[in-house]
C-alpha cells in the first residue's frame, strides 16, 4: 500500500496526493458501513489498480484535529481572513471564527486583507482589541502585493485553513501566493454588499513538501452546537478566561453574577467591549440552543 494525503474530494470520489503522484480513489465500503467519512487532510493508506491506475482508500491514520465547517482533518493553523471593507468587518463573525479555532486547538492568525481600501484608524481598532490579546495580525492587500511575503512565511510547515466569510480575498491571496493555483475570484455584491461564492468545494493546496493550505467556501455563520455547556465558552475568549480565575464565584459566567471580575475589566478596559458584548451574545445562543 502507498501512504498519501487527501487534497480534494468530489461526488465520491477522492484525490490523494502521494510522493510520486496523485491518484483518483474511492473510499472502500467498509467506511460506509462504520459512518466514517474520508476527509480533506487525512493521511491514508491507498492501494492502486494496475488495470486503470485508479485506487481504493484501504485505511486513515488517526486524526490529530478535526474541523466540521469546513469539514477537514489534520489541519494545524487557522488564518482568518477579513476586510475591513468590501465586505465591512464583522467582529461577531470574527469572533466566532475565533471560537471555532480555539476549540481545535489550532494556532492562529488573523489576517486583514484589502488593507488598500481601508483607513489607518480602522486597522488601528482592529490591532487595538486583538493583538492586545496575543493574536498574530497580518495585513494584506492581494492587489498591491503588500504583506504577501509575511503571509507565505506564515503558511510554511503548516497545514493551514483560510477561513472567513466570502468576498474577503481568500482566493485572491492564494493566487498571489501561487499563481499556478488559478483559482476563480469574485467581486462583492453592490445589491447585499456581501461576497458572491467562488469556492464550490474544499481543497487542498500544496505550498512545497510539507505546507498545504486550504482554501473553503465562504460562509456567513458558525454554528456553536460543538459547545455543550455556556461554562466552556469562555476558555476560547483568552482574556476572559484569564480574568475569570478571579472571579468570587466558580463557575462564573461573567454575566449575571455578583463582584465578577470580568464585568469589573471590561468597565476598567482592560477587556474590549465589543469581545465582552459578543460572549453574551454567544452565550445566550449556546443557553437557547440547550433547550431544544
Known sequence: MIEGIIIKGIGGFYYVKTKTDVYECRARGIFREKNITPLVGDNVLIRISDEDNTGYIEKIKQRKSKLTRPPVANITQAII??????PALSYWLLDRFLIMAEHENLDIGICINKIDRSEQNEINKIYDIYNK??????????????????????????ITVFAGPSGVGKSSLLNKIDPRFELKTGDVSKKTSRGKHTTRHVELFNLDSDSYVLDTPGFSSLNLDFIEDEIELSKYFKEIYRYGDRCKFSGCLHYKEPCCEVKMQVEEGNISSQRYDNYIQFLKEIKNNRRY
Open 133 to 158: 490579546i496575543s493574536y498574530s495580525i497580518l495585513k494584506t492587500s492581494a492587489k498591491t502585493g503588500e504583506g504577501i511575503d509575511d503571509l507565505k512565511q506564515m503558511l510554511k510547515h503548516n
Open 81 to 86: 481572513i477579513m476586510s475591513v471593507k468590501e
